[in-house]
């Protein structure tokens, strides 16, 4: 089981996320990749020491994967509302 893949889930172990869960989004090289925390869902760069890879493994660019296996809930849309000047 090749552990440094997209889509592998993680728990960060240091940094201002530490304690939450991780997906990997891309590989940058073998130290460093970008990942989507559950506290911060834009990509960050992480180092892979700083991970704990889990046997869990989703699809990244799947919306509803990646929030499930976050456990965080689908952000609502944005309701925008018409104004019309007068």
Known sequence: MALLEVGRVCIKKYGRDAGS???I???VD???VH???SVR???RKCNVNHLEFLSEKID?????QL??????EKPKASEKTSKTKK
Not at 60 to 64: A, F, G, R, V
Not at 67 to 72: G, Q, V
Request: hydrophobic share 30%; glycine share 0%; charged share 40%.
């Open 21 to 23: 869960k991780a997906v």
């Open 25 to 27: 989004t891309k590989i």
């Open 30 to 32: 073998k130290n460093t």
């Open 35 to 37: 990942v989507s925390t």
């Open 41 to 43: 869902l834009r990509e």
């Open 60 to 64: 990244p660019k799947n919306d509803e």
């Open 67 to 72: 929030y499930r296996a976050l456990e965080i």
